[in-house]
């Protein structure tokens, strides 16, 4: 049984039109499933599916076998799901250190040996704990964002174009760190653009178009693919 599954996902926002026309997307523990495809593809909507921000007319999302389809957003993230969205994801007057501590808000118990793996992680948060966040550069604020959202102790991690607007080198860097937090068994489903790169280290990947699978397959089988090559890839 798969950990994190969505059926059928069909909705859109509000009273509008459909923009998930009966998508299909899951990921499993210790895995990275990788959703691309063209802009307006449906891609940010279908990871906002899983979170319950989205009005789903069908389909449904379970959890580790249970049925979270009718389920607050604050709810699901009780339930183990950690979102980190593309843009202002970090408070920039806080420090490092606050930034993750805000994100053990919820818990109750003693919460220092998971900043401790979180620092494990990513060494330059330890060095630069005492920071301020907006004085971080994009790669780093992208560490704090995926650290916070780590602070609760989740089971999935959802990250929303987690490289958006840095550079290449600080992009590689940040998929190791992903690759990383896989390797802790966690279960991570990110929208990417940099489609290519996202794909090499996905064991699942998605390409959507117009809110449909046309593509589903291994990260490796989609790249070795001709036509996702042609169509999505650059050749």
């Known amino acids: 049984m798969t950990y994190l599954v969505g059926e059928n996902l069909t909705g859109g926002?509000?009273?509008?039109?459909?923009i998930?026309?009966?998508?299909?997307?899951?990921?499993?523990?210790?895995?990275?499933?990788?959703?691309?495809?063209?802009?307006g593809a449906g891609k940010s909507t279908a990871m906002k599916s899983f979170l319950g921000l989205l009005n789903l007319k069908e389909g449904k999302v379970t959890l580790d076998g249970k049925d979270i389809?009718?389920?607050?957003p604050q709810a699901?993230?009780?339930?183990?799901?950690?979102?980190?969205?593309?843009?202002?994801?970090?408070?920039?007057?806080?420090?490092?250190?606050?930034?993750?501590?805000?994100?053990?808000f919820l818990r109750t118990d003693?919460?220092?040996?998971?900043?401790?793996?979180?620092?494990?992680?990513f060494p330059i948060l330890k060095e630069k704990r005492y920071q301020l966040a907006g004085q971080l550069s994009g790669g780093q604020r992208q560490q704090v964002a995926v650290g916070r959202a780590m602070?609760?102790?989740?089971?999935?991690?959802?990250l929303d174009e987690p490289t958006a607007g840095v550079s290449p080198i600080v992009m590689d860097e940040l998929f190791d760190r992903i690759?990383?937090?896989?390797?802790?068994?966690?279960a991570v489903l990110m929208v990417e653009q940099n489609a290519r790169q996202a794909l090499e280290i996905a064991d699942r990947g998605y390409v959507l178009v117009m809110g449909e699978n046309k593509h589903t397959g291994s990260g490796?089988?989609?790249?070795?693919?001709?036509?996702?090559?042609?169509s999505f890839l650059g050749g």
């Open 13 to 18: 926002y509000g009273s509008g039109p459909s």
């Open 20 to 39: 998930l026309n009966g998508c299909n997307i899951s990921v499993d523990k210790g895995e990275i499933a990788v959703i691309v495809g063209p802009n």
């Open 69 to 72: 389809t009718h389920l607050a």
């Open 76 to 104: 699901r993230i009780g339930e183990g799901i950690a979102f980190v969205p593309q843009t202002e994801n970090v408070f920039v007057s806080m420090t490092v250190e606050e930034n993750l501590e805000m994100g053990a």
């Open 110 to 121: 003693d919460y220092q040996d998971t900043m401790g793996q979180i620092y494990d992680l």
């Open 151 to 158: 602070m609760t102790k989740p089971t999935v991690l959802l």
């Open 179 to 186: 690759l990383e937090v896989k390797s802790t068994g966690m």
């Open 220 to 230: 490796q089988a989609l790249l070795a693919d001709p036509i996702v090559r042609k």
